[in-house]
């Protein structure tokens, strides 16, 4: 007697299509949650700084890094626990410096005022801040990074292009080629802004400069 051999019903199929197009569909819903947490991560670190700024000026007169009386108003019992700015009214040094500069000073001096926790310690190996992506987040002084306008810049790098659109979206017109934020990418003499000639790319990384 010859044995029947059953395969799957179209009906049985339909069920493993449709649970396989579910698991897919929660798999890329998940994904994009994901990228949205750390879009406002990133935010937040952009929008956080200005308000150290603020909250430095509005208890000392001076920014943060560039305080000429910081010794005076951030340490106790004359010890010398940093190093005044040179109070010129501006932050100098690259964003991205890792020495001895008033960028780098401005981290010690809002943690000092305890505006901001983290280490006071310059030696430190996690003094520097970083973002959700392990990336460097830094300060300047404006219209000297990626022609960013304003008296201030803030910087946060190794941000994939998807994440810098939505970053673009949230806190500015949706073009990193332009506005108070743009992007950029690592080039032989520095940042190259995003424009035609260098578009953005989803996969790859890149620094996002912002306006404070």
């Given at each position: 007697?010859?044995?029947?051999?059953?395969?799957?019903?179209?009906?049985?199929?339909?069920?493993?299509?449709?649970?396989?197009?579910?698991?897919?569909?929660?798999?890329?819903?998940?994904?994009?949650?994901?990228?949205?947490?750390?879009?406002?991560?990133?935010?937040?670190?952009?929008?956080?700084?200005?308000?150290?700024?603020?909250?430095?000026?509005?208890?000392?007169?001076?920014?943060?890094?560039?305080?000429?009386?910081a010794a005076r108003h951030l340490c106790s019992g004359g010890d010398a626990c940093t190093v005044a700015g040179n109070g010129n009214g501006v932050i100098n040094g690259d964003w991205d410096a890792?020495?001895?500069?008033?960028?780098?000073?401005?981290?010690?001096?809002?943690?000092?005022?305890?505006?901001?926790?983290?280490?006071?310690?310059?030696?430190?190996?996690?003094?520097?801040?970083?973002?959700?992506?392990?990336?460097?987040?830094?300060?300047?002084?404006?219209?000297?990074?990626?022609?960013?306008?304003?008296?201030?810049?803030?910087?946060?790098?190794?941000?994939?292009?998807?994440?810098?659109?939505?970053?673009?979206?949230?806190?500015?017109?949706?073009?990193?080629a332009r506005g108070s934020l743009r992007a950029g990418t690592s080039g032989a003499t520095g940042l190259v802004a995003i424009s035609a000639a260098n578009p953005l790319d989803d996969a790859n990384?890149?620094?996002?400069?912002?306006?404070?």
């Open positions: 007697m010859k044995k029947h051999q059953h395969g799957f019903t179209l009906v049985e199929i339909a069920i493993v299509l449709l649970i396989i197009g579910l698991l897919l569909g929660g798999v890329l819903k998940g994904q994009e949650l994901i990228d949205s947490a750390k879009a406002k991560n990133l935010a937040q670190d952009l929008r956080s700084i200005p308000a150290l700024v603020h909250a430095y000026q509005d208890k000392f007169r001076a920014l943060p890094g560039d305080d000429p009386a890792v020495g001895g500069v008033e960028s780098v000073r401005f981290w010690q001096h809002v943690r000092l005022a305890n505006l901001m926790t983290g280490s006071t310690d310059a030696d430190d190996p996690g003094f520097l801040p970083r973002n959700a992506l392990g990336g460097r987040i830094g300060i300047q002084r404006g219209n000297s990074v990626l022609g960013v306008p304003g008296s201030l810049v803030v910087c946060s790098d190794a941000i994939p292009g998807k994440l810098v659109r939505q970053l673009d979206i949230a806190l500015d017109d949706g073009d990193p990384s890149h620094t996002v400069c912002a306006s404070l």
